[in-house]
């Protein structure tokens, strides 16, 4: 599976963006997509996942109310909608995907694939 993301730009505190990850050679209907940001000199961290089949979503608490998943099984792509964007929410973003059902979608050991990342920059 190749994940290809895009979206990420530059905008200011309390504008919005819309992150895509489109997976490619996805031949499995389950499993989770989940999405990952890492701001200079910090850890990576989660920020939300969504399961393919059923689509419930997990959200940081960072961001629930201003995020939002959703996912187009037909096109193997995941959507993040970004709201009421802040300073701290600048970052990479990476979306990563896995086929199990099983794993909880919350640590980064829990996906098996990774997109290169997009930058999103919040001015104040």
């Known amino acids: 599976v190749q994940l290809q993301a895009s979206g990420g730009g530059l905008v200011q505190a309390g504008g919005s963006l819309r992150l895509s990850c489109a997976a490619s050679?996805?031949?499995?209907?389950?499993?989770?997509m989940g999405w990952f940001r890492q701001a200079p000199g910090k850890e990576r961290e989660f920020v939300a996942r969504?399961?393919?089949?059923?689509?419930?979503?997990v959200y940081a608490n960072s961001v629930k109310g201003r995020f939002t998943l959703s996912r187009d099984n037909a096109k193997n792509t995941v959507y993040l909608q970004m709201n009421s964007l802040k300073p701290e929410d600048t970052a990479v973003y990476y979306c990563?995907?896995?086929?199990?059902?099983?794993?909880?979608?919350?640590?980064?050991?829990?996906?098996?694939?990774w997109g290169q990342g997009t930058q999103v920059t919040v001015s104040s």
């Open positions: 990563a995907d896995t086929p199990s059902h099983y794993r909880g979608g919350w640590y980064s050991s829990d996906f098996d694939s």
């Open positions: 050679g996805r031949t499995f209907s389950g499993g989770i």
């Open positions: 969504i399961r393919w089949s059923g689509g419930t979503t």
